[in-house]
T-cell receptor, first 113, second 111 residues
């Protein structure tokens, strides 16, 4: 079974803090993704990566950065957390070919106060 | 801006009925289409994928794709209370499996 693990499930951070969300997959997938999900807005893509050290902006990259130093790990970084970044963050991964299934982690609920 | 549109619902159906969920997309270049189910507080899980025009059946689920009309639907036969969830339509624009999601339709199946 594919396993996408998000190490932090529930976090509460203060405005201005630097926040790291970690994601690890165990299926040697080339592609990894970070989405955020908000009520009524569905899932919105923040960043994705198709290879180690490669990254591409998604639809809402502002206020976020990412790091992919190893194939299995994709980190989302909030340089200076703000209250409008309170959300559920979902990591996902897939094989490189077009049309392949994307597998999601369990999600990280971040509250910024 | 490439878009995927779904009726937010809730769609309420009695147990045993057919639930019909619909989705439209704006990009004619879209090549792969997916339906995910998401229970409250959980992450999305894949139910169906469809790549060519027509119907694709898997158990109680049937996905239908009409590329000319830019329309994807999901039928759930013999709906059960356990099918109550939000159903997300997703479209792969091609390359890197980058999916664009609709906002989801909430389905409520009542006994």
């Amino acid at each position: 079974d594919v396993k996408v693990t998000q190490s932090s499930r529930y976090l509460v951070k203060r405005t201005g803090e630097k926040v790291f969300l970690e994601c690890v997959q165990d299926m040697d997938h080339e592609n990894m993704f970070w989405y955020r999900q908000d009520p009524g807005l569905g899932l919105r893509l923040i960043y994705f990566s198709y290879d180690v050290k490669m990254k591409e902006k998604g639809d809402i990259p502002e206020g976020y950065s990412v790091s992919r130093e190893k194939k299995e790990r994709f980190s989302l970084i909030l340089e200076s957390a703000s209250t409008n970044q309170t959300s559920m963050y979902l990591c996902a991964s897939s094989l490189g070919q077009k049309g392949n299934t994307i597998y999601f982690g369990e999600g990280s609920w971040l509250t910024v106060v | 801006q490439k878009e995927v549109e779904q009726n937010s619902g809730p769609l309420s159906v009695p147990e045993g009925a057919i639930a019909s969920l619909n989705c439209t997309y704006s990009d004619r270049g879209s090549q792969s289409f997916f339906w995910y189910r998401q229970y409250s507080g959980k992450s999305p899980e894949l139910i169906m994928s469809i790549y060519s025009n027509g119907d694709k059946e898997d158990g109680r689920f049937t996905a239908q794709l009409n590329k000319a009309s830019q329309y994807v639907s999901l039928l759930i036969r013999d709906s059960q209370p356990s099918d109550s969830a939000t159903y997300l339509c997703a479209v792969d624009l091609g390359g890197y499996n980058k999916l664009i999601f609709g906002a989801g339709t909430r389905l409520a199946v009542h006994p």
